[in-house]
T-cell receptor, first 114, second 115 residues
């Protein structure tokens, strides 16, 4: 199986600190897609970003930024100036070009304390 | 914007009972996916449908079946429920014309508790 690994199980920070979530993936495909989803305490899964394997540009969206390094098979996610509302479980996921399914990492629980 | 609608949101069943979960995709989306998320686990893919045909199958027990109807909504039928079936069941939908890059948008999930 082509695994997605999120080595950090839990991260706890104080409000306004930056937090970086690591995601490392395995793949035999030359074309694939990477995703981040957020699962707040209410339980729903919220799409955050999609990145394809041939676009290594980093991306910033407000306080969120993503760093894709194909050479190290990593797709890391940084929350800048964290807020209490950022408290959630964050999942990294991968999908191959011929796959229908998403393969998720184990998730990282982020707790932001006021 | 309309999102993926799942019903019911919560369901409590006894062992050996049956359950039916429903999913209404985002309008114009033609592909539906089902995932199972156990407590403290990541979502695991069960099955998907495109244009009412099964498109992919994951680790779905034989006791479970699913289908997609002509209006693109989908139902997951679960029989002979076991305690281990207690989980959060997600439905997601996407637009197949986007190809492999399509984004799966998830519903709020159905939390099934088997007692």
């Amino acid at each position: 199986a082509q695994k997605v690994t999120q080595a950090q199980t839990e991260i706890s920070v104080v409000e306004k600190e930056d937090v970086t979530l690591d995601c490392v993936y395995e793949t035999r495909d030359t074309t694939y897609y990477l995703f981040w989803y957020k699962q707040p305490p209410s339980g729903e899964l919220v799409f955050l970003i999609r990145r394809n394997s041939f676009d290594e540009q980093n991306e910033i969206s407000g306080r969120y930024s993503w760093n894709f390094q194909k050479s190290t098979s990593s797709f890391n996610f940084t929350i800048t100036a964290s807020q209490v509302v950022d408290s959630a479980v964050y999942f990294c996921a991968r999908r191959g070009i011929n796959d229908y399914k998403l393969s998720f990492g184990a998730g990282t629980t982020v707790t932001v304390r006021a | 914007a309309a999102g993926v609608i799942q019903s019911p949101r919560h369901l409590i069943k006894e062992k050996r009972e049956t359950a039916t979960l429903k999913c209404y995709p985002i309008p114009r989306h033609d592909t539906v996916y089902w995932y199972q998320q156990g407590p403290g686990q990541d979502p695991q893919f069960l099955i998907s449908f495109y244009e009412k045909m099964q498109s992919d199958k994951g680790s779905i027990p034989d006791r479970f079946s699913a289908q997609q109807f002509s209006d693109y909504h989908s139902e997951l039928n679960m029989s002979s429920l076991e305690l281990g079936d207690s989980a959060l069941y997600f439905c997601a939908s996407s637009f197949a014309r986007e190809g492999a890059k399509n984004i799966q948008y998830f519903g709020a999930g159905t939390r099934l508790s088997v007692l």
